[in-house]
Every structure is written in structure tokens, then in C-alpha cells.
């Protein structure tokens, strides 16, 4: 089993729609959880933290899930610019230093 | 403000070849990362630094060296270049392991044929 896993893709959503991601990670000494977003393989750049209580920023929620290990991107009203790749990153909590990315979920929004 | 500089940005190596990948950041971040992205993958993660004189192992080490002499600099090795190198490289850093995110340089785009 793969330490942080994620949905497999493509995503392929009309714009307006309502997508959601899934990440499942197995260490759960782990403490700290990120969504970063990924373009044409360009340098990830950080979408949001998440947080025990969950956190929304704008049309981005996201939830953590400790019991059940893991956590979830919702967006609200796609447009075209979300277009790219979503990373689901996890760290090690008993392994300091240790950031594990998922392999990524590609999403499409189509006019 | 630089952030985190990667050089070079592009690179072709014939097999055995050895090069050093550079990596700078002017933001004091204790932590710093290698990572390398094969296509259709996730970023998997080769060494890691939580300070001048530390390094630790990541996922995929093989194959790769590492040093971090001071905060500033962490430059990756590769000593014998294989095709299964091939690969785009990212360096991060952080300013803590636990809560803080990376910041990225814009990657080294690196082929061994």
C-alpha cells in the first residue's frame, strides 16, 4: 500500500460543476496535511493547509478525516483555471522532516 | 525576492556522466528538500536536511548524494548517471518539518541517454 494515496484521474468536469478529491495516507503519526496544486509540471505551489477542523478559502474547503486517515479537497463552482494537477501531501509525524506527496489527480473543466 | 533558485534548468547527460544539480534559498529555512518527478508521477522524495550538517535519506536515495554545508545551499549528486535518472528535479525548502509549506524552486529538467 502506497503511504499517501490518491484518487486516480483524469477528472474531467464541465465548468460551474462541484468536484471533490480524496487522499488516503497510512502512517497515523502524521500531523500535518497539505493540498498543493501542480501546472503543466511546472514547481507545485500551495493551495491550502488542513486543518482538524476543516478550512475553506474562497470556493476551496478542505477536510481532515484522523480516524479514518484521510482528507478531502472540495471545489465549488469550477472554472476553466483549475484546470491542473492537485497534490495531496502528508508529512511522517514520527519521522520529522519527512513531506510524502501522492501521486497527484489531474483535473479538467471544460467551457 | 529569490525564494528558492535552482540551477541549471536544463540538462543532458550521457550514462556514467556526474553533475551536481544546485539549490539555493535566501529565506533562513532550516529545512530543505530534494524531490524528483518522473511524467504521469507524484514527486518522490531523495534526501532531505533539517540543518547545516544534517541529512537524511527520503523514499528513492539510490544513486544520489547529498551535502548542506551551510543554511543557504543543498546541492544534489549523481555520480553515475543511468537512463532511470531521467527525471524533473525539485529542491524545497521550509522553515519547519511539521507545520510549514514548501516552497518550491522551478525544477532542473534533467535526461541521461
Known amino acids: 500500500r502506497k503511504e499517501v494515496e490518491q484518487d486516480p484521474g483524469p477528472f474531467n468536469v464541465p465548468e460551474g460543476a462541484t468536484v471533490a478529491f480524496n487522499c488516503t495516507y497510512s502512517n497515523s503519526a502524521s500531523q500535518s496535511f497539505f493540498w498543493y496544486r501542480q501546472d503543466c509540471r511546472k514547481e507545485p505551489k500551495l493551495l491550502m493547509s488542513?486543518?482538524?477542523s476543516g478550512n475553506e478559502d474562497g470556493r476551496f474547503t478542505a477536510q481532515l478525516n484522523r480516524a479514518s486517515q484521510y482528507i478531502s479537497l472540495l471545489i465549488r463552482d469550477s472554472k476553466l483555471s483549475d484546470s491542473a494537477t492537485y497534490l495531496c501531501?502528508?508529512?511522517?509525524?514520527?519521522?520529522?522532516?519527512?513531506?510524502?506527496f501522492g501521486q497527484g489527480t489531474e483535473l479538467s473543466v471544460k467551457p | 525576492n529569490a525564494g528558492v533558485t535552482q540551477t541549471p534548468k536544463f540538462r543532458i547527460l550521457k550514462i556514467g556522466q556526474s553533475m551536481t544539480l544546485q539549490c539555493a534559498q535566501d529565506m533562513n529555512h532550516n529545512y530543505m528538500y530534494w524531490y524528483r518527478q518522473d511524467p504521469g508521477m507524484g514527486l518522490k522524495l531523495i534526501y532531505y536536511?533539517?540543518?547545516?550538517?544534517?541529512?537524511d535519506k527520503g523514499e528513492v536515495p539510490n544513486g544520489y548524494n547529498v551535502s548542506r554545508s551551510t543554511t543557504e545551499d543543498f546541492p544534489l549528486r549523481l555520480e553515475l548517471a543511468a537512463p532511470s535518472q531521467t527525471s524533473v528535479y525539485f529542491c524545497?525548502?521550509?522553515?519547519?518539518?511539521?507545520?510549514?509549506?514548501?516552497?518550491f524552486g522551478n525544477g532542473t529538467r534533467l535526461t541521461v541517454t
Open positions: 488542513v486543518y482538524s
Open positions: 501531501v502528508v508529512n511522517r509525524g514520527n519521522q520529522g522532516g519527512k513531506l510524502i
Open positions: 524545497a525548502s521550509s522553515d519547519n518539518s511539521y507545520n510549514s509549506p514548501l516552497h
Open positions: 536536511s533539517v540543518g547545516a550538517g544534517i541529512t
